[in-house]
């Protein structure tokens, strides 16, 4: 069993940064797993955001998001975060976190998922 908790989203006006979480716990974690980021708005299918690595040391982004958007971790609390700048409308959607192996996390296949957390871009 996994859990993940988001946390720290909220009200942002365009333009603007956040940066979200997602903590890991539960005896089925394990901190060799990828972690990634998901979304999804009322108008669009879930989308991929990012994944990283185990390590930390490798990261890959959806393409609406790159060059904007940051993905770590600190493997000491298992815990993810995503760097979120200059922020647009249309990043406004529910902000999942997963866990899992690589293909899991990148296929968004992963039996493991947070609750959801509502990040709204605002003008």
């Known amino acids: 069993q996994v859990h993940l908790v988001e946390s720290g989203g909220g009200l942002v006006q365009t333009g603007g940064s956040m940066l979200i979480s997602c903590a890991a716990s539960?005896?089925?974690?394990?901190?060799?797993?990828?972690m990634g980021w998901y979304r999804q708005s009322s108008a669009k299918e879930r989308e991929f955001v990012g994944i990283i690595n185990w390590r930390g040391n490798s990261t890959f982004y959806g393409g609406s998001v790159k060059g904007r958007f940051t993905i770590s971790r600190d493997n000491a609390k298992n815990t993810v975060y995503l760097e979120m700048k200059s922020l647009k409308l249309e990043d406004t959607a529910v902000y999942y976190c997963?866990?899992?192996?690589?293909?899991?996390?990148?296929?968004?296949?992963?039996?493991?998922w947070g609750q959801g957390i509502q990040v709204t871009v605002s003008s």
């Open positions: 997963t866990t899992g192996s690589g293909p899991d996390v990148m296929f968004g296949t992963s039996r493991f």
């Open positions: 539960g005896p089925g974690f394990d901190d060799s797993f990828a």
